[in-house]
């Protein structure tokens, strides 16, 4: 994909065209703007047939690659064949003739190229922003979310991922239906399985009720799957299969379950070089960034960094019932030339504990101690750190890998609010140790505000100890020299994984 100066942003998508060659539904066509179909006798297949050969769930086509397309048998009973030999698995090629049972079909994808006007208004759903960049991006999710296209957003922590996702679910077809999110950084690795795909009863120790996974649960509706690169590698299979057959299966569950679903997944990591790395299945990559939307930090969305501002000013004003300070010239200067290594979530932070630390009488200057270029209050900029990374692949390098949609030539976006239950956080200071919780709370006694502190920072330095010994508790006690018990009452008192 590539972007149009001026006028718009330049977008492709994949159609899929299946037509059926003999038997009882001789003539039939299918056509789906995704880049997956699914063929049985089933209702939720996309080509449904009614000959007596052909199995529910008989067979799916989805791209692999930016030419390539696999066919996959799902386990029919009378075959998959292509060239009258049978196959389980089998790439093909645009024209194809191939055979689900005694049914020939013939294959055609096209790509749909097409030109995206910027959204006309400074806001679309829970984002927000006046510059170009936000425009070009609210027009391409508008026309995205009139698909059923899986979407990749890409962006580093803060930058709003989270928010993109339910922008995406508010503008579809399916915003009536449950809008899920799975942070595969936040779940414990022995618990994504579960929560994703679901779990009978007895298929584990502990599994003392028959559960929903993500994909059940959201019926009819979205599944943002937040921070994907965290996903394990032998997990992946199984979300392949999830987004080739439109089906799950429970853990421990005798045969998978139809689900109807849109994927919407996100991650902070760069995908394709985690593929280099082997850390992520190359054929998930391309089912998953049928259209990839990345967004760039804040600091080079400068002309956007007032109106959110300001945003979250009236935000956390009318939550404590009172009228909103002033945001004058000198210190919206002084936002603009602030690096923000916490991007959008940061700012947030900052206009709330400055709100919430303000003594003056309402009506007046908001007043915000020195930010330092770790995002903390009360510190010298001199005590700079370096800028967080950025992807430094062009829009094109994006697009050429997936076929991909950006919101402006560099693919941005902000925005309007907090995504901290999309993207896993906990309202903590997102650059890292500020001398004051973005939680604060001034109501609070002084004993109640030390303890709280204080058991923020005992688990995070459990945590700490437990990486640094690989989990290994036993070997965590002695590197602490503590109690190994003790070391247990701790894990078991802040719900942390270990073992041993």
């Not at 394709?272 to 299945?281: A, H, K, L, P, Y």
């Not at 094109?396 to 950006?406: D, E, F, M, R, V």
């Not at 459990?462 to 965590?476: F, K």
Request: proline fraction near 4%; aromatic fraction near 6%.
């Amino acid at each position: 994909m590539s972007t149009a100066p001026q006028s718009g942003s330049r977008a492709e998508l994949w159609r899929l065209q299946l037509t059926v060659k003999n038997g009882p539904d001789a003539g039939k066509c299918c056509v789906v703007d995704r880049d997956v179909v699914t063929v049985g006798k089933l209702s939720d297949c996309d080509l449904v047939l009614t000959d007596p050969s052909v199995s529910r769930h008989h067979l799916s086509i989805s791209r692999t690659s930016a030419h390539e397309w696999l066919l996959r048998d799902l386990g029919s009973t009378n075959g998959t064949f292509v060239n009258d030999a049978r196959v389980h698995e089998a790439t093909v090629e645009a024209g194809t003739i191939l055979k689900a049972g005694r049914v020939e079909i013939a294959f055609v994808p096209e790509i749909q190229r097409f030109e995206v006007p910027p959204w006309p208004e400074d806001h679309f759903g829970p984002l927000l922003g006046r510059s170009r960049a936000m425009k070009q991006l609210f027009g391409m999710i508008a026309r995205i979310a009139e698909t059923d296209a899986t979407v990749l957003v890409e962006g580093e922590t803060g930058t709003g991922k989270g928010l993109v996702a339910r922008a995406i679910h508010q503008a579809s077809l399916r915003d009536r239906a449950p809008f899920i999110v799975v942070d595969c950084g936040a779940v414990q690795r022995q618990l994504v399985e579960s929560e994703l795909f679901g779990h009978e009863k007895g298929a584990f120790s502990g599994a003392y009720t028959r559960r929903e996974g993500a994909f059940e649960r959201a019926s009819g509706g979205t599944v943002f799957i937040d921070e994907l690169g965290e996903l394990e590698l032998e997990l992946q299979p199984k979300l392949l299969r999830v987004l080739d057959a439109r089906e799950v299966r429970r853990l421990g569950a005798p045969e998978p379950t139809a689900v109807d679903i849109r994927v919407v997944a996100a991650s902070r990591a760069d995908l394709q070089r985690e593929v280099q790395r082997g850390v992520f299945r190359e054929d998930l990559f391309f089912r998953l960034s049928v259209v990839t939307l990345r967004l760039p930090p804040l600091r080079d969305r400068a002309e956007d960094i007032a109106p959110l501002a300001e945003h979250f000013l009236r935000e956390v004003s009318l939550n404590r019932g009172v009228k909103p300070p002033r945001l004058d010239a000198s210190l919206l200067d002084r936002l603009t030339s602030h690096d923000w290594p916490g991007n959008v979530r940061e700012l947030k932070n900052v206009v709330e504990r400055a709100v919430l630390l303000q003594h003056a009488r309402a009506g007046d200057r908001l007043e915000i101690g020195e930010l330092s270029s770790r995002g903390r209050l009360g510190r010298s900029p001199s005590r700079s750190g370096a800028k967080s990374s950025t992807d430094n692949r062009s829009p094109s390098a994006l697009a050429s890998a997936s076929g991909s949609a950006s919101g402006s030539a560099s693919g941005s976006a902000l925005t309007s609010g907090s995504d901290a239950e999309a993207e896993g956080g906990d309202g903590r200071d997102v650059a890292g140790g500020g001398e004051y919780d973005a939680s604060f709370d001034p109501s609070l006694s002084f004993s109640e505000s030390k303890e709280r502190w204080m058991d923020a920072r005992e688990r995070r330095y459990v945590a700490w100890l437990l990486a640094g010994n690989e989990g290994n508790v036993s070997q965590a006690a002695r590197s602490a020299k503590m109690d190994r018990k003790y070391l247990h009452k701790l894990i078991k008192k802040h719900g942390l994984d270990a073992r041993g």
